[in-house]
């Protein structure tokens, strides 16, 4: 399985050079399911949460460029937030559907990342021509290859078009706005001088007012904040305490948890493609037919989408404070957290509420226990600075992962207890939602108990 | 002030309070060891940032040889001030008619000064970000080289020596004679990627990828005729977010080394020390056996041997902690000793500048300190004072603990008498109702007692300010020394390129020994204190540039000889 993996990972970063002899159905959403995360860590100026809006419409581009071609299976347009209808395949005509869907995949990919570098766009130029050559020579019928990428594409076309009025479109050229004019209460946000950005404006601070692919992922109400109060032994000053003490005593294991999932946007594919290749994992070892690795990319997609939305309409409400804020005011002048402060405020994590998000739509999709072996950041380069190795990650379930996923930012000095808490229960409620989508169709035969 | 500045100030106090010492507490006014002249001089100037938290500095340089130090100030967003020094601390504004008024046109941040073209009046080298005139969508633009014609006015030469076709967005700027040729060399310090001319497509992909780390320029001057970036030909390979670089010789070998700032060192390429290998063109990484290396943000140094073993120390400002690099020997590590010598103190810093303010013989510290824009906090400077090797925090009482946002720093003897004065940058407030003004300061010094020696220095065959090279005193039993400021020091700015002793009681110098870039030494003895030396450099062959060939020479002859002898001895042994 590793070794399989590891090929995958290798065809995709030499840009197709060696094309394999076959494809399966299957092989072709997992190239592509590796090219999303690929260009999503290759593009510059890429941050977590246009990324995760990325994936969203990428996992349902795969799903929907597919789901017709599978009975049980329906589309979500009439599910999804604002659309009017996504097109349908010409009856009577075939269609090959792994074509479809590569199609549409390299179509969305471009539409999506127009700002990937051009040695970026030519690696998946270069899968999909692959890929189409490979069928037509298998098919040996022209006419079925063009209709096929055609319909891909167009699929493409309508989710790109739709996704315009969202807020976030070419939203990495907004990354920072320098107009807008944070909230002054106390305990506000301060930028980081322990900081991941050179900027020091907040990012995205209007990413909260996007629309949700889930109109009931707008709905989830307003969660709790702590009320501030610096007494030593209240309850905000000791979730702070909390971190400095972590800070203080990391174990080796723990400063590797930190590092793991930091998942810088400059450097990796961000938090929310951690989560994407997560989903990689989970079907390469259980390797179901193609419509599942579809409803699966489609599924962490649309949950990792709206938890950035979600919580960053959050974060920029409550507008709170980091460790680093706080802790040198108070308790030690000298302190400063593990890693590095990213460039927006505190509550909720945006870690816990993606992570979380996605182990509910995992685990529903492939149960629990499942044991996995993330490998991620196995191969860097070691962390120099906090001289620490990547190594690969056990779990045992997703769960476990995306409790992992959000300790590592209280471990890392950057998340109190409870930004961790209340992103993880945000989370589970907006991968409760994206389950309950109508993914198959109420057909009478199957519901019906004899 | 409005109420929402007021209750932000107050909010931050928390803050301001435990660390820096409340603003309340303002510095005595009485006979503080400096005091705030910026009234009295005419001098009336503040940084304006054109996005963000950069800029701005300054260059001192005597732009018409009077002998009285005259200073450039780059102003971002504001028009650049040309400050004629026109003696008793007051300065004349002499931008206007002077051939500079073209920085106008951009948002301009680093400057320095040097003889590019040996004609005895020093030029200047403006760096820019971007154009203030019809700015691009990716903000970047040529910098600005002006030639000093000697009567109050500077031509572009800019198109002429090479540079027009640099599109950067540029930070410092430092000369050194990297090559010994007498011609000084420039290194430019890029933050964000740089470009080969004018971008004329701009599509998502170009501004996506524009806020990546940069190369640097280093810029070899061909004859006093133009330059050439010969960044790659030097061996040189990093990118970073450059905050530029000093020329110092670290290694005592005679030749310019280069202290590369980088920002975000934690994250993108760390500081650097890069050795120069002349007489080859080649530059060796020394980082991490040094320990300069630094994963910080490094944002400025200043340069002085404080604890007087023969080798320069460096004090790197950064954002929180500063770093004080102290030498251990030749070949050993630095070690970043700031706490052991209770220099550990928060702030955000910029300019800094390590001599001898009060002329005791030891060298002060000053760090200007500054929030980043657009959201600032009050933080006053550092003045940390050198009392026979224990260094004791005076920032409140030195008088020089302002709260601009201070940026550049730098020190030159504005009123010619015999001490050292300083000059600092401050930024505009982009957001209103900052609680102080924050403004540029000129602060005259009061605080020197003992005696003094300045020394001018006037190369023939090295730099003709002597750049690089360095002025050694023996002084009653204790060697004290200098280099002479190329720019890039204290944060994008360029101190007096006159070496300036404080001496104490002495009365007179047992030798004064300068070293030229090169290699070349000569000594001075029995020179008088409190007077400004001009030593002229004497002609005669540069010894590094001979003593590498002989050596070549002998190993050659040698690996030559065992050849000769190993073939002899198998030729014989074939026989048998």
């Known amino acids: 399985m590793k070794r399989f993996v590891l090929l995958a990972l290798v065809l995709v970063s030499v840009g197709g050079c060696k094309p394999p002899v076959t494809y399966t159905d299957k092989e072709v959403a997992a190239v592509w399911g590796d090219m999303a995360l690929h260009v999503s860590k290759a593009t510059p100026s890429n941050s977590p949460t246009y990324a995760a809006r990325a994936f969203g419409y990428i996992g349902l581009t795969m799903y929907e460029s597919v789901v017709h071609g599978f009975p049980e299976y329906q589309s979500l347009e009439d599910a ?371 | 002030m409005n109420l929402s500045t007021l209750q932000r100030f107050l909010l931050f106090a928390g803050l301001v309070l435990k660390v820096f010492v409340s603003i309340a507490q303002i510095p005595p006014a009485g ?236 994250k993108a390429f760390p500081s650097l020390l890069l050795e120069n290998r002349f007489p080859r063109k080649r530059f060796r990484d020394v980082s991490v056996a040094t320990g300069f290396d630094l994963k910080i943000n490094a944002m400025g140094a200043a340069i002085g041997d404080l604890n007087e073993d023969g080798y320069f120390d460096y004090l790197v400002t950064n954002i929180k902690f500063n770093r004080m690099m102290m030498s251990q020997g030749k070949g050993k590590p630095y070690v970043n000793q700031a706490k052991e010598l209770g220099m550990k103190t928060l702030a955000i810093s910029w300019g800094a500048n390590m001599v001898d303010f009060d002329h005791d013989g030891y060298l002060e510290v000053f760090v200007s300190n500054g929030d980043l824009n657009p959201y600032c906090t009050p933080m006053g400077n550092f003045y940390f004072e050198n009392d026979k090797g224990k260094i004791v925090d005076r920032s409140v009482e030195s008088g020089l603990k302002d709260y601009g946002i201070g940026r550049g720093s730098v020190v030159f003897d504005m009123d010619n008498d015999g001490d050292l004065d300083l000059l600092v940058v401050n930024q505009e407030s982009v957001r209103p109702g900052y609680p102080v003004p924050s403004i540029t300061r000129l602060y005259r010094n009061d605080a020197a007692k003992g005696a003094w020696l300045k020394v001018r220095l006037k190369g023939s065959e090295a730099e003709s300010h002597g750049m690089g090279s360095r002025v050694i005193l023996s002084v009653n039993g204790r060697r004290m020394m200098r280099e002479i400021d190329g720019g890039g020091s204290s944060h994008l700015s360029q101190n007096s390129t006159l070496a300036h002793f404080g001496l104490g009681n002495a009365t007179a110098v047992d030798s004064l020994i300068v070293v030229w870039t090169g290699g070349k030494k000569q000594v001075l003895v029995n020179v008088q204190v409190n007077q400004l030396v001009e030593v002229g450099e004497a002609k005669g062959d540069n010894p590094v540039s001979i003593w590498p060939m002989v050596v070549a020479a002998l190993f050659v002859a040698g690996f030559g000889w065992l050849i000769w002898r190993r073939r002899k001895r198998a030729s014989v042994g074939s026989i048998d």
């Open chain 1, 80 to 450: 999804l937030n604002g659309v009017d209808s996504f097109p349908v395949p010409e009856t009577g005509k075939t269609y090959h559907w792994p074509l479809c869907l590569s199609a549409g995949q390299a179509a969305i990919i471009k539409y999506l990342y127009p700002q990937a570098q051009e040695s970026t766009v030519r690696q998946v130029d270069s899968l999909e021509r692959e890929v189409n050559d490979f069928f037509l020579e298998k098919l040996q019928d022209t006419a079925l290859v063009r209709r096929s990428v055609a319909y891909g594409q167009a699929v493409a076309g309508a989710i790109f078009a739709w996704s315009q009025t969202d807020g976030g479109h070419r939203g990495y050229l907004r990354n920072f706005d320098k107009t807008y004019v944070p909230p002054v209460h106390p305990g506000g946000w301060q930028p980081a001088l322990y900081s991941q950005s050179f900027s020091h404006d907040p990012l995205h601070p209007h990413w909260g007012s996007n629309r949700t692919f889930l109109a009931a992922n707008a709905a989830i109400p307003k969660p709790d904040f702590i009320p501030r109060d610096t007494t030593p032994g209240s309850p905000y000053y000791e979730q702070f305490r909390l971190v400095y003490e972590k800070g203080n005593t990391l174990t080796e294991e723990e400063k590797q948890m930190a590092v793991w999932w930091g998942d810088d946007p400059g450097e990796t594919f961000t938090p929310g493609g951690h989560s994407y290749y997560l989903a990689t994992l989970a079907l390469r070892k259980t390797q179901p037919e193609m419509i599942r690795w579809a409803e699966t990319f489609a599924r962490v997609g649309l949950s990792i989408s709206d938890a950035f939305v979600v919580c960053w309409k959050w974060k920029y409400h409550f507008f709170t404070e980091r460790p680093n804020t706080f802790i040198p005011k108070y308790i030690d002048v000298e302190w400063e957290s593990f890693w590095p402060d990213p460039p927006f405020p505190a509550f909720p994590s945006g870690h816990a509420i993606q992570s979380a998000a996605a182990a509910t739509v995992l685990t529903d999709l492939f149960g629990e226990p499942f044991s996995f072996t993330d490998y991620a950041h196995v191969g860097r380069p070691p962390d120099g600075l906090r001289n620490v190795t990547f190594k690969a990650r056990n779990f045992t379930s997703f769960w476990q992962a995306a409790e992992e996923t959000a300790n590592s930012r209280f471990y890392g000095g950057i998340h109190l207890p409870h930004d961790n808490a209340v992103g993880q229960s945000l989370g589970v409620q907006i991968g409760q939602h994206v389950n309950a989508l109508p993914w198959r169709k109420p057909s009478s035969s199957v519901s019906i108990a004899p």
């Open chain 2, 31 to 266: 006979n503080a060891p400096f005091v705030d002249v910026t009234d009295s001089s005419g001098i009336q100037h503040q940084f304006k940032v054109y996005e963000g938290m950069f800029g701005g500095g300054i260059c001192v340089f005597d732009m018409d040889n009077d002998g009285l130090e005259d200073v450039y100030l780059t102003s971002g967003m504001n028009d650049d001030q040309l400050y004629r020094n026109l003696g008793n601390g007051k300065f004349q504004l002499a931008f206007e008619g002077s051939g500079l008024e073209l920085t106008r046109k951009y948002v301009t941040l680093g400057v320095a000064g040097a003889d590019v073209n040996r004609d005895g009046w020093v030029d200047l080298f403006v760096t820019t970000l971007t154009s203030r005139v019809n700015p691009p969508d990716i903000p970047r633009a040529r910098n600005l080289l002006f030639l000093n014609q000697g009567n109050g006015k500077f031509v572009d030469a800019t198109e002429a020596y090479g540079l027009a076709d640099l599109y950067s967005f540029s930070t410092g700027i430092s000369f050194g004679d990297v090559n010994a040729d007498g011609w000084p060399d420039a290194y430019v310090g890029n933050y964000f990627l740089a470009y080969e001319g004018e971008l004329t497509y701009i599509s998502d992909a170009t501004i996506a990828g524009s806020n990546q780390t940069a190369k640097g320029y280093l810029l070899i001057n061909e004859g006093g005729q133009r330059f050439r970036d010969a960044f790659q030909e030097y061996g040189l390979q990093h990118r970073g977010f450059g905050f530029g670089a000093l020329f110092t010789d670290y290694d005592n070998d005679g030749d310019p080394d280069l202290l590369v700032n980088h920002d975000f060192g934690y």
